[in-house]
């Protein structure tokens, strides 16, 4: 994205992506939403196996627990929220730029609030937080895309990276989440959701509308709270009609065999926040989001400095960056 | 242990900081737990090193540390190993290698993996047969080593994982010791959660042997399902029977994703050519439409599976490398049902060390793996050029039984082993995570360039000492990888 315009709309997402493309026929040719994770399963209980096998693996990866935003400060919190929004949005535009997969956004925005979840990064340290980005999304694409771009090509519009730092980076990020990088995603699970809601009666773009909630959850909730198969039942639901009474849900929620009472319930609150959503996407609907940190400011800021990630008190490390001792390179971020 | 993150580590020319681990004469956390021994294979992506533990409690204990490539500059960090250390982190079971640790060099961002070492591979042990001994594996070894990978590759498939790599120097076994004759499915380098993208080979710049392909992705076929390693499976059942590859084609070398015509042609010799009702997807098959003349213009005249493998037709082992050589990828046999295949139930019965039949047969001396220890951690080999191994080291390892040297694995003589320590080295414990990478420093990088890590290894180098008892192989170059 070479433009500064950094608002944020969730349709812009979905422009690359015709509504013919993204009905049934459209699967095979399309590049970024591939909701057929594996679509060689011999038999339907073959197909039920991998996707409960999947629902056990999804708490692996620190489905549920605290996150960083839990435990900052009340200024800091807020920092950090604004922070990952902004994160979040540069990842979906570089999604757009590089024509990755959702799932690849996705994933990387898994790994970011894995990683808040473990590390503090300091107040105000923007830099840091697009370092992250780009370390994130990244990884995510040698997991998920065919086609890596080289570390340089990353767009981070405000900052510049050296391909080494970046490089370091994506080691503290494997080595912080423990080389877990095999996080799932809601997008393994749609069509077979789609499938077993609604058979061959399937409405019409369906899919795109569900992948348009699923992004917009993204930016209302860490996804370390919140398991993603939940997530893509919610959103199916929700895309199909977010008025559903609740007997409806269940009934179609009994289809699956995996979810206990407790991921009900969960199932019930992602589909209100997802009805939520949806409401506010109708009052507005360029549903753009409050402008960000980093549109405030400008300019190119060369980082090449010396970090040192020093253990903190508890159980989480902070970030720490030693500016003081050489003349950093790095700009002060301008603020309004 | 290595819980680099409390002592705030930083690279070397990071004077400002404390426990700067660069050139500064400190021991490299990680690398304080190893004696490294020697190189013992190179790969695609990497170096293969052999080393021992010095930690108390495990001392003497045998590791082996994959070295990756350096990335391309710019690139990050490689795919593959992001891909296969998540897989190896997330998979155990006995039959699958171990992986220990893994480490980080922060001052040139290499990795480094540290796996339970494995003494024997397949490749080795068919080599030793056909060349050296003259005789066929005994059965009880054959039926243990086959009954073991498909154990461990039944453990793969019903977590998902496909191989997608196996060949008889992918499968190892462990040798003297508590697991000995243990096999150990290897290199996961190539290995994907069903999930994954699927990179046609070729893009990957990967060489893969095309010997235990299956014939589905000969045929062009984009999905790789986990019947594609029971192929392989069967191939090399066959090679252990034979001790020579079933289907040796010649590969043809072109990108991308060349069409194996003669590799093609060698399996139809063998089991006659496809049909459509045997395989009735075959006609989706890109390859199979485009050369459809090319290849059924070849004349077919295949001389039966069980004159290759020299198995009488009615022999259950017979009917289970046949039903692993299927055609159609969805009727061939799946890993499970083999394991439940009467040839593991009839005499001799499988058992957990394939190298020892239970009852007073003669016992093969496995050769040792050859070391090659003039090369360091960095790849580097010493200005001495590395010494062919003399007739007179052969003794202790070729045809060891003969000489009359106990055991197999004849603990390999100390003598002129010498302790590498490469400089700036940081490790961390997978156990306790809570520390990696608590020293990294994104932004470090630039005061360990220009300094060549080397320098200061170059002067440790020592030739090998040549009264070295190795193996009866003169050491090799063979692509290896874990």
Redesign the interface.
């Known amino acids: 994205m070479g433009d500064s315009d950094t608002s944020f709309c969730v349709s812009t997402l979905l422009c690359q992506e015709s509504e013919s493309c993204l009905n049934e026929q459209g699967y095979e040719e399309n590049t970024y939403i591939d909701v057929k994770p594996y679509d060689c399963f011999v038999s339907e209980d073959e197909e039920d196996e991998y996707f409960e096998n999947l629902f056990r693996r999804e708490t692996c990866f620190g489905s549920k627990g605290s996150s960083a935003l839990d435990d900052y400060s009340d200024i800091s919190q807020t920092w950090l929220k604004s922070a990952r929004l902004d994160a979040v949005e540069w990842i979906f535009n570089t999604r757009a730029v590089f024509g990755f997969h959702f799932r690849t956004a996705y994933l990387s925005i898994t790994y970011f609030d894995r990683f808040i979840s473990k590390r503090y990064i300091d107040r105000g340290k923007m830099w840091a937080i697009r370092l992250l980005s780009v370390a994130c999304l990244s990884l995510a694409a040698k997991m998920e895309e065919c086609d890596v771009p080289l570390l340089s090509e990353f767009p981070t519009q405000d900052f510049y990276f050296e391909s080494n730092v970046i490089q370091k980076m994506e080691l503290l990020v494997l080595s912080t989440l423990e080389w877990k990088m095999g996080s799932i995603t809601p997008f393994s699970y749609l069509s077979y959701f789609i499938n077993k809601f609604f058979g061959d009666s399937r409405p019409k773009g369906l899919v795109s509308r569900a992948v348009e909630l699923i992004v917009a959850m993204t930016k209302e909730t860490n996804l370390i709270d919140s398991r993603p198969s939940i997530i893509a039942a919610a959103a199916v639901l929700a895309a199909f009609d977010n008025q559903l009474p609740r007997k409806i849900m269940e009934l179609k929620m009994s289809v699956i065999s995996f979810w206990q009472s407790d991921d009900k319930e969960h199932m019930y609150s992602s589909y209100n926040l997802m009805q939520e959503i949806g409401k506010r996407k109708v009052k507005t609907p360029e549903l753009s989001v409050t402008p960000n940190v980093l549109s405030l400011h400008s300019g190119s800021h060369y980082l090449n400095e010396n970090i040192s990630y020093n253990s903190a008190a508890g159980t989480k490390r902070r970030l720490t960056f030693n500016e003081s001792d050489h003349s950093s390179p790095v700009k002060k971020v301008h603020r309004k | 242990m290595g819980d680099g993150?409390?002592r705030?580590?930083?690279?070397s020319g990071?004077s400002?900081?404390n426990g700067g681990n660069g050139s500064s004469g400190n021991k490299p956390e990680w690398l304080q737990h190893y004696d490294l021994i020697g190189k013992i294979g190179e790969g695609t992506y990497g170096l293969v090193f052999l080393a021992r533990t010095k930690s108390p409690g495990n001392r003497g204990k045998s590791i082996a540390i994959k070295k990756f490539k350096q990335s391309k500059?710019?690139?990050?960090?490689s795919?593959t190993a992001?891909?296969e250390?998540?897989?190896l982190?997330?998979i155990t079971h006995d039959n699958v290698v171990k992986l220990v640790n893994?480490h980080?060099n922060?001052a040139d961002?290499s990795l480094y993996l540290a796996f339970d070492y494995a003494e024997h591979d397949l490749y080795e042990i068919i080599r030793h047969h056909r060349d050296k001994v003259n005789h066929a594996i005994h059965q009880y070894t054959v039926k243990s080593l086959l009954w073991q990978l498909l154990n461990g590759l039944n453990y793969l498939h019903s977590?998902?994982i496909i191989h997608r790599d196996l060949k008889p120097s992918n499968i190892l076994v462990m040798g003297e010791g508590e697991e000995q004759g243990v096999v150990k499915i290897a290199d996961f380098g190539l290995a994907r959660?069903?999930?994954?993208?699927l990179?046609p080979l070729a893009?990957n710049g990967v060489v893969v042997t095309i010997w235990y392909r299956a014939p589905e992705l000969l045929l062009g076929a984009k999905?790789y399902?986990s019947a594609v390693d029971m192929w392989a499976v069967g191939c090399i059942f066959a090679e252990l029977l034979t001790l020579k590859p079933l289907f040796q084609g010649a590969e043809v070398k072109a990108t991308p994703n060349p069409f194996q015509l003669d590799q093609l042609d060698k399996i139809f010799k063998v089991l006659g050519h496809p049909t459509l009702e045997k395989w009735p997807t075959l006609a989706n098959l890109p390859h199979w439409q485009q050369d459809i003349q090319h290849i059924q213009g070849h004349n077919d005249n295949s001389h039966g599976l069980h004159g290759f493998v020299h198995l009488p037709l009615k022999s259950p082992a017979f009917d289970l490398l046949s039903k692993m050589l299927e055609y159609d990828p969805?009727k061939r046999i799946t890993a499970a049902q083999a394991l439940e295949h009467e040839y593991f139930r009839l005499e001799p019965l499988p058992g957990r060390n394939a190298l020892v039949p239970s009852q007073g047969e003669k016992v093969v001396n496995y050769p040792t793996r050859p070391v090659d220890t003039t090369t360091d951690f960095e790849g580097t080999t010493s200005l001495q050029p590395s010494q062919p191994v003399s007739s007179g080291n052969a003794v202790s390892g070729n045809m060891a039984g003969a000489h009359g040297v106990p055991g197999r694995s004849v603990p390999r003589p100390m003598l002129g082993m010498q302790r590498m320590q490469p400089q700036g080295m940081t490790g961390?414990n997978?156990a306790s995570?809570?520390?990696?990478?608590?020293?990294?420093?994104?932004?470090?990088?630039?005061?360990q360039r220009g300094v060549n890590p080397q320098a200061h290894q170059q002067q440790q180098l020592r030739r090998k000492d040549p009264g070295m008892g190795m193996s009866g192989y003169p050491p090799q170059q063979k692509q290896r990888r874990m």
């Open positions: 993150g409390n705030g580590l930083v690279g990071n400002n900081n500059d710019g690139d990050g960090v795919p992001i891909r250390i998540m897989l982190r997330e893994v980080i922060h961002m977590n998902w959660i069903y999930q994954a993208p990179k893009e999905h399902t969805r961390y997978l995570q809570a520390g990696i990478g608590g020293g990294m420093n994104p932004g470090g990088i630039p005061m």
